[in-house]
Every structure is written in structure tokens, then in C-alpha cells.
């Protein structure tokens, strides 16, 4: 899969943030906007993203392997990220993993049968205070769970 | 002042649209950057100003935001950067996302009252992976602070030019130490670098830099309006001025407060609601958990400022306070703290690598009913061996909880691996509890 021109005139605008001779500083958003567009990344997406900030593959690869919101395998169309560290932890977050995963039907690191949903379990998000919490995609922050409120946010998503 | 807060870096809480242009100018917004550039102040003078405030770094370390700028060289050939540390992963920390999403235009007119200061050129701010919608709204407001003519060439006319940007992190707690987050704005692992040399000499693209916290930055504007004395006055000896306090866990009203420094613990736990469900204090972490636990007895007439805390035995950290009731089992908290640091450990010092794992894996051992009292002694071995023996701090947060919850609740742990279950789940009750 190429990069689309949506996708590049984002980068471009990233790489306006640096040096000209610094194009690799570009490398993070970069993976990110093709990740937000592909869902995913693919080991040639992180070549294609190497080749035009013209550096080494293993130099995208060794970023894409490093941070923890980066996907190197396919995930579903919504990926739901729920924190389960101290402070969700103790405003009951096995609560809201336990009732995602009785809905959806699967554990943390698997996708449901029709590619909808993938679940994760991630680390501090830097929201405590809205504990307990997850986020869709990478992007979309709901705080102050409960199992009802769950409920609806999953209805609130598109097919 | 909001009840008994005090708002300086929270200053637009609780205005109509508090993160806009508008509202920060009608507040008196970019007047001091726009006095201290027309009237070309000195730099000499801006640090003395902040020297004397007593700001230090709000981003853990405590260490003199005044003199930590004192260390950028004057003059150097090239560009000198500022760089943001808004890359707060550590739990129970998250009040530099209240700051960019609430009061952006403040932090942005602190950095470029750095930048004027220190001679910096360009300035990142680089924003916690997690938290895309208040890097947008961050990064709106910087699109309205470069229409105003706030950042960019030529600054109210004068020779003093200023760019700044926002970087996405992506997920790595590494990157809240100061040389991994460089490294990661230069498109690298986030791992951290020897120092020295410091980033003051060798920073973001070898060149000199700045690094401070949000929370600091965002002090700044406040101080120069009226004078580093006046801010020094609002906290105590020691520590001065307001922090914001991020309390979590089980209380009525989690969230933000911003306090004058030397508050007592007991006042900004009522602040916060007080424990949740009329229940009783067991025990706090003060400063984020790489800040040692205190049980309830040690924090209940503690004052929270560096010294206070000191005094308690534990420190100020961040000011992430995570509030524990009577029904916490210590044992199962402190290894979800375990899994976190061996999760995030980035791998470059073995110490660290190999301990996190290790001293996760024993934890995980004594909850799954498999411990040995030898576990005890060897989960302290194993930290202390981490401890003062890795590049930058992770490998000693690491080793903090582990230390402190072993030494203030042992019995609890002994109890675990002798029945092979909690102690509090079996209602069993040592520890004294003294709030109510």
C-alpha cells in the first residue's frame, strides 16, 4: 500500500517543525499518520515512511518497535486501550476489562471474529483524575467509566 | 483564589472558553513578555527574578529552575533550543494536560519569555502520546498565538525571534527523562543519554538546550507580573510558590487542585473530597510512585512541599498524590507498579532490564500463592542492586515501591505468602489507620 497525498502533506507539515537536515525527526508523527490511515504498519508502510524521510528502514523500524502505540500486526477497526495502572486500578478498571471483555467476547490482545474491535491493556495515560478510562484508536479519550457508560459508547460507533 | 486554591498556572479555570487567545489577553496575557522584549530587559535580571521566586522543577526533581537556566551558555554560534516536557507518564500524574487544554497561551508566553531570556531560537513542546485532543487544542493555540504575532520572526517589532512547535510522543514513560525525550524529538528510541555532557551544552541536535517542565514554564509569566519575592511568599522556605497537586485513587473528588506550597495534607485531602465512601486512610503516595508510600500514621500531619515531605520520609515528586483506602491490599498494588516499571524499562542498562523483570516476577509469585518469606529479602536485594547503578532515574523509581511498600507494610506481605492470599481481603486488620 502506497502513501496517499492526504498522508504525505501531513508529513510534510510535520517536517516543517525541524531542520531541513534533520528529516528524521519526522519519523514519529510520520508512522503515526500512516497508522492513522492504514490502521496499521506494516513492515513496507515503515519502508515507504524511511524512504521519504530518506533514511535507513531499520532506523522507522527500531521507532515502530519502541513505542507502545505503534501496531505491527493488523488490529480491529476500533482498538480500545484501557489503563489498568495504579490509579485506574483503584478506582476499579478490572471492573470496566472485565465487562468490555464479557461483551466483546475476547481478552487483551485479540480481535473480535468480525474485525471490529481489537482490546488492549495500557499503561499510565497521564488522565488519572477521569479514572477509570480507555481510549479508542489512540485518540479518542472517555474517562469516569462505568459498565453502562460503556454501553453506550460502544453504540455510539459507527458499523 | 478558588476555595482555598490558589491559581497561577490554572489561572484560566473557570473562565468561559479558558484555553482561547481572548480569554488569556483579558486576564492580562503576553503583557510581560511584550514588557520584557520592548523594554529589553536583561537576561541577567529575568534569572535573578526566577532565582528568587524559588521555582524548581515541577516535573519531579526539585532541582532550581533559576540557576538550571544560569547553565545555557550566553553566547553560542548557532542555534539554541527550549524544549517543554509535557510527557507526563508517571502514574498518578496529570496536570500538564489540565495546563495545555485549559491555559496553553500561558505556557506558550513562559517559553518565550525562556527563549528571550536564554537566546533560543526554537522550542518544542512535546506532548504524552496518550492525550491527542489537548494536543490539538495545544496546537490550535499556537496557530492563534503566530497569527497575533506572539511567536515568529521580528516580535513586537524587535530583532527577537521565536518558533515554537508540538511533538507527539507515542506511548514510552522513558520519555519524561529529559535526554530520552530529546532523543525521541530527533526521531529516535527513546533511551537516555550518559550525561554530561548536559543538555545546557548538548541537547536537541547536539545543540545547547533548555528542558523544563510544563508546570514550571507556566510559572514564569506569573513571576515576572509580580516579582519572583511575591511568588517565593505564596509557598514556604524551601519550596516556593503554588503547585498543582494531581490526587487520584479513592477519594470523593479526584483531580487537579493548585495550592500555595506548605499546604498540610490534611487540608488538600478535604479539598479533595476527603476518602471516598467514609472510609479510612491507609495509605498515600505523595509524589507519584517513584516517590516512596507513606502509610496514613506518616502523611497525616505532614506539610506537602519538598520539605515537608522530606521530613516524612518520602518526597514531593511530581505532586501526583494517589490516595489508598483500608481495602487496598498493598501486595497487589505494589505488583501492578512492578509490572509497569518492567514494561517500561527501555532495556539499555541490564540493572534495570533484568531487575524490573525479576522483581516482577517474585511479586507475581508471592499474589499467585507461590512466595517464600526468603522473597522478602531478595525483592530488596534485587532493588538496591538497581538502585544509583542505571543511566537516568527509572532504574531507582523502579526500586522505590518496592523498598518502601516492603518497609512500611512487611507484615501484610507475610501474611500473603503464609496464607497464600490477601490479608485485607481476609479482613484482617495490623496496619493503624488514622484518618477518618
Not at chain 2, 477519594?251 to 493548585?258: L, T
Not at chain 2, 491507609?282 to 519538598?306: E, H, Q, R
Request: negative net charge; charged residues 20%; aromatic residues 10%.
Amino acid at each position: 500500500m502506497s502513501l496517499s497525498a492526504e498522508s504525505l502533506a501531513k508529513i510534510d507539515r510535520e517536517l516543517t517543525k525541524y531542520p531541513p537536515e534533520h528529516r528524521q525527526a519526522a519519523v514519529m508523527s510520520a508512522l503515526r499518520i500512516v497508522q492513522a490511515e492504514q490502521g496499521w504498519l506494516s513492515k513496507d508502510s515503515i519502508t515507504e515512511v524511511a524512504d521519504y524521510l530518506r533514511i535507513p528502514a531499520i532506523a522507522a523500524l527500531e521507532v515502530a518497535t519502541f513505542y507502545n502505540m505503534y501496531e505491527l500486526e493488523p488490529v480491529g477497526k476500533y482498538k480500545i486501550t484501557v489503563c489498568t495502572n495504579i490509579s485506574c486500578m483503584l478506582r476499579d478498571s478490572e471492573e470496566i476489562v472485565n465487562h468490555l471483555e464479557k461483551k466483546l467476547g475476547i481478552g487483551f490482545n485479540e480481535t473480535t471474529a468480525d474485525g471490529r474491535f481489537t482490546l488492549k491493556e495500557g499503561e499510565c495515560m497521564g488522565c488519572c483524575g477521569g479514572a477509570p478510562l480507555f481510549h479508542i484508536n489512540n485518540t479518542d479519550m472517555h474517562e469516569y467509566l462505568t459498565p453502562d457508560k460503556v454501553d453506550k459508547i460502544l453504540e455510539g460507533l459507527d458499523k | 483564589m478558588t476555595g482555598t486554591q490558589t491559581l497561577v498556572c490554572l489561572r484560566t479555570v473557570g473562565q468561559e472558553d479558558p484555553a482561547s487567545l481572548a480569554t488569556y489577553v483579558k486576564l492580562g496575557g503576553y503583557a510581560q513578555l511584550r514588557r520584557l522584549v520592548t523594554e529589553q530587559v536583561k537576561a541577567t535580571e529575568i534569572i535573578s527574578q526566577v532565582k528568587l521566586s524559588g521555582l524548581r522543577g515541577r516535573g519531579g526533581a526539585g532541582f532550581p529552575t533559576g540557576l538550571k537556566w544560569s547553565f545555557m551558555p550566553r553566547y553560542f554560534d548557532g542555534t539554541k533550543y527550549l524544549v517543554c516536557n509535557t510527557d507526563e507518564g508517571e502514574p498518578g500524574t496529570f496536570k500538564d494536560r489540565d495546563i495545555i487544554r485549559y491555559n496553553p497561551h500561558q505556557l506558550i508566553e513562559g517559553m518565550a519569555i525562556a527563549a528571550y531570556t536564554l537566546g533560543a531560537r526554537v522550542g518544542y513542546n512535546y506532548i504524552h502520546g496518550e492525550i491527542w485532543q489537548d494536543y490539538e487544542i495545544f496546537e490550535a493555540a499556537l496557530d492563534e498565538a503566530r497569527q497575533a504575532g506572539y511567536l515568529g520572526e521580528n516580535l513586537f517589532g524587535t530583532s527577537f525571534n521565536f518558533d515554537l512547535y508540538a511533538v507527539h510522543g507515542y506511548g514510552a514513560y522513558i520519555c519524561g527523562e529529559e535526554t530520552a525525550l530529546i532523543e525521541s524529538i530527533e526521531g529516535k528510541k527513546g533511551q537516555p543519554r550518559f550525561k554530561p555532557p548536559f543538555p545546557a551544552s548538548y541537547g536537541v541536535f547536539g545543540k545547547p538546550t533548555n528542558v523544563n517542565n510544563t508546570e514550571s514554564y507556566t510559572s514564569i509569566p506569573w513571576i515576572m507580573e509580580h516579582g519572583g519575592q511575591a511568588f517565593q511568599e505564596l509557598g514556604v522556605a524551601n519550596s516556593g510558590g503554588t503547585k498543582i497537586f494531581s490526587i487520584s485513587g479513592h477519594v470523593e473528588k479526584p483531580g487537579n487542585y493548585e495550592v500555595n506550597m506548605g499546604i498540610s495534607f490534611v487540608e488538600l485531602l478535604t479539598l479533595a473530597g476527603g476518602v471516598w465512601k467514609g472510609r479510612q486512610l491507609k495509605a498515600v503516595i505523595p509524589g507519584g510512585p517513584s516517590t516512596a508510600v507513606l502509610p496514613a500514621s506518616a502523611i497525616i500531619g505532614a506539610t506537602m512541599d519538598y520539605d515537608g515531605l522530606s521530613k516524612a520520609g518520602s518526597s514531593l515528586g511530581a505532586g501526583s498524590m494517589i490516595v489508598m483506602d483500608e481495602t487496598t491490599c498493598m501486595v497487589k498494588t505494589l505488583k501492578r507498579l512492578s509490572y509497569f516499571f518492567f514494561e517500561e524499562s527501555c532495556g539499555q542498562c541490564t540493572p534495570c532490564r533484568e531487575g524490573t523483570g525479576w522483581i516482577y516476577r517474585v511479586i507475581k509469585r508471592i499474589v499467585d500463592g507461590q512466595g517464600k518469606l526468603e522473597d522478602l529479602d531478595l525483592l530488596t536485594d534485587v532493588s538496591s542492586n538497581i538502585s544509583g547503578r542505571t543511566i537516568c532515574a527509572l532504574g531507582d523509581a523502579a526500586a522505590t515501591p518496592v523498598l518502601s511498600f516492603i518497609k512500611q507494610f512487611r507484615p501484610e506481605f507475610e501474611y500473603y505468602i503464609q496464607h497464600g492470599r490477601s490479608m485485607v481481603e481476609d479482613g484482617v486488620v495490623v496496619q493503624e489507620v488514622a484518618y477518618a
